[in-house]
């Protein structure tokens, strides 16, 4: 496990807002992407009959439909261990394969940081 502390201030950012919005809402997974001019979005899990997506997907979908034409990171609370492959293509299907994707447990610890590629 990797403490926080070794991340820059703005990774330390989205790591925390994730965090927030999967406690905030009481969901399986809180995400959140920053786009190429800083901006930040942030999303929990979304599980509607209708509509399944992981909160990654549903933070990335925000960043699109906000304007976002880039994302430079993009943070994964969950108890997870892993990020599904669909996670990493949504963000790499608007960041491209370099960006990066760090992975943390509910108590906002980082597990990992892979790319997106």
Same mark, same amino acid.
């Given at each position: ?10 990774? =330390? ?5 994730? =965090?927030?919005?999967?406690? =905030? ?93």
């Amino acid at each position: 496990m990797t403490d926080t502390t070794e991340l820059d201030a703005e990774d =330390r950012k989205i790591v925390t807002l994730a =965090r927030s919005a999967r406690a =905030r809402n009481g969901v399986p997974e809180g995400a959140a992407v920053r786009d190429e001019t800083g901006r930040t979005y942030v999303a929990g899990t979304v599980a509607l009959e209708s509509l399944k997506l992981s909160a990654l997907q549903t933070a990335v979908a925000m960043a699109v439909a906000s304007g976002a034409g880039s994302l430079e990171a993009a943070a994964v609370v969950s108890a997870a261990g892993t990020l599904s492959d669909d996670d990493r293509a949504a963000v790499r299907d608007l960041g491209g394969p370099d960006t990066p994707v760090l992975l943390a447990g509910p108590d906002g610890t980082l597990r990992g940081r892979v790319t997106a590629g």
